[in-house]
Nanobody, 125 residues
Framework: QVPLVESGGGLVQAGGSLRLSCAAS????????MGWFRQAPGKEREFVAY????????HYADSVKGRFMISRDNAKNTVYLQMSSLKPEDTAVYYC??????????????????WGQGTQVTVSS
């Protein structure tokens, strides 16, 4: 298992920024791609961003492209999500997850095997 712990969420005004962190334990962190998802009340969990195990490849949902940036530090077993130009519609619980071995579609939640407990992001208008 790779326990994941998210942090960095909070309340921010529209147009502001936040940086989320996801700390992983275990020696397998650097061998896994990582993803960020979010879930707003009454809505399904949706893909936000993905980063490959080396960090050389990233993918973003169209709704966050140009505003969010995913990165990772394998020496610290941590993946980050820098969020800028936040909008009220970005309000959600944000989750990080490990991309499963052999998975092929980074935007699909069922391709991820371990999930954190989530961190709340609230953007006020």
């Amino acid at each position: 298992q790779v326990p994941l712990v998210e942090s960095g969420g909070g309340l921010v005004q529209a147009g502001g920024s936040l940086r989320l962190s996801c700390a992983a334990s275990g020696r397998t962190f650097s061998s896994s791609g990582m993803g960020w998802f979010r879930q707003a009340p009454g809505k399904e969990r949706e893909f936000v961003a993905y980063i490959s195990r080396s960090g050389s490849s990233t993918h973003y949902a169209d709704s966050v492209k140009g505003r969010f940036m995913i990165s990772r530090d394998n020496a610290k077993n941590t993946v980050y999500l820098q969020m800028s130009s936040l909008k009220p519609e970005d309000t959600a619980v944000y989750y990080c997850a490990t991309y499963g071995a052999g998975a092929t579609i980074p935007s699909q939640a069922n391709m991820y095997d371990y999930w954190g407990q989530g961190t709340q992001v609230t953007v006020s208008s």
